[in-house]
């Protein structure tokens, strides 16, 4: 039930896009995107409702296919504070409301 | 800093041993949730409380317990330890004990079991 994060790394100069996808077996209610950065807690990045639209904030975005399960984080124009790990936690329709299930993460570094 | 704190922030402990983490809510939020991190599954949700009230329970061992306390803080026990309890630990609260809200994470305890 764990989804699939893809892909596990990345590896950017400043500016360059990247996208990171997030599949998931189940049907899914919610999809949750967090960064950590090493050595320091997640931090939430946005959620993304069924029937909701797609999400945003700075060069940040993510869009969430109901038909597919799946999910995507955009990344555009990316800066050193993107590096980190990027995970998603998926909330499966036929559990609503019960916990997160969470990828194993996508490493981006970014360099100057 | 989200606002949550948690201690110790390593443990380092024997096998057999028991050892109880703590975390400490942010101001107002109600539901504390509990994570563990490993380099080959991720994060691991454990368990949830709202309101002292246990919520929801994922894959966790029946060597590990916790519970919420009136104040709200919550302590997470692990006993009868394993070499392969070594992990990151973390607590997250919400404001609310919707799934939905945004959980913000503490620092976490490094427990290493030797």
């Known amino acids: 039930q764990q989804p699939v994060q893809s892909p596990q790394a990345v590896i950017l100069r400043e500016g360059e896009d990247a996208v990171i996808n997030c599949s998931s077996s189940?049907?899914?209610?919610?999809v949750h995107w967090y960064r950590q950065k090493h050595g320091e807690a997640p931090v939430f990045l946005m959620i993304l409702l069924k029937g909701g639209e797609q999400k945003g904030h700075d060069k940040i975005s993510a869009s969430f296919n109901e038909k597919k399960q799946q999910s995507s984080l955009y990344l555009t124009a990316s800066q050193l504070s993107y590096s980190g790990t990027y995970f998603c936690g998926t909330e499966p329709a036929n559990q609503a409301g019960t916990a997160l299930i969470f990828g194993k993460g996508t490493t981006l570094s970014v360099s100057s | 800093d989200s606002g949550v704190t948690q201690t110790p922030k390593h443990l380092i402990t024997a096998t057999g041993q028991r050892v109880t983490l703590r975390c400490s809510p942010r101001s107002g939020d109600l539901s504390v949730y509990w994570y563990q991190q490993s380099l080959d599954q991720g994060l691991q949700f454990l368990i949830q409380?709202?309101?002292?009230?246990?919520?929801a329970k994922g894959n966790i061992l029946e060597r590990f317990s916790a519970q919420q306390f009136p104040d709200l803080h919550s302590e997470l026990n692990l006993s009868s330890l394993e070499l392969g309890d070594s992990a990151l630990y973390f607590c997250?609260?919400?404001?609310?004990?919707?799934?939905?809200?945004?959980?913000?994470f503490g620092p976490g305890t490094r427990l290493t079991v030797l």
């Open positions: 189940k049907a899914l209610y919610s």
């Open positions: 997250a609260s919400s404001v609310t004990g919707s799934i939905r809200d945004t959980q913000y």
């Open positions: 409380y709202y309101n002292g009230e246990e919520r």
